[in-house]
């Protein structure tokens, strides 16, 4: 079984920053590919970042590249996204996801096992 947990979401004006945690039990997330997702009131999740379990590759949405970084901490088994340059359209519930069969296919959301309970992300204009 594994348990993720996210952490760091609030509120923010645009143009500011917040960076999230993913704190992962159960598995050691460096082992793992793990993604970021966001869901907007009536909208589907949507991909937002992911990181690779070999190379650490990183992955992101046309959206939020050049804005967001992903992260991982193996000391810690924690994911991190960093955002900068927030705005409005940001706003959202953000999951984080790990993926304990390797699928590849980071941006779908069936490729991913276990997920978090989400942190609200508000930034107003």
């Known amino acids: 079984q594994v348990q993720l947990v996210e952490s760091g979401g609030g509120l923010v004006q645009a143009g500011g920053s917040l960076k999230l945690s993913c704190g992962a039990s159960?598995?050691?997330?460096?082992?793992?590919?793990m993604g970021w997702f966001r869901q907007a009131p009536g909208k589907e999740r949507e991909f937002v970042a992911a990181?690779?379990?070999?190379?650490?590759?990183?992955y992101y949405a046309e959206s939020v590249k050049g804005r967001f970084t992903i992260s991982r901490t193996n000391a810690k088994n924690t994911v991190f996204l960093q955002m900068n340059s927030l705005n409005p359209d940001d706003t959202a519930v953000y999951y984080c996801?790990?993926?304990?069969?390797?699928?590849?296919?980071?941006?779908?959301?069936?490729?991913?096992?276990?997920w978090g309970q989400g942190t609200q992300v508000t930034v107003s204009s």
């Open positions: 159960g598995r050691t997330v460096s082992n793992y590919a």
């Open positions: 990181i690779s379990w070999s190379a650490g590759t990183t």
């Open positions: 996801a790990i993926q304990i069969y390797p699928r590849g296919g980071y941006s779908y959301t069936t490729t991913y096992d276990y």
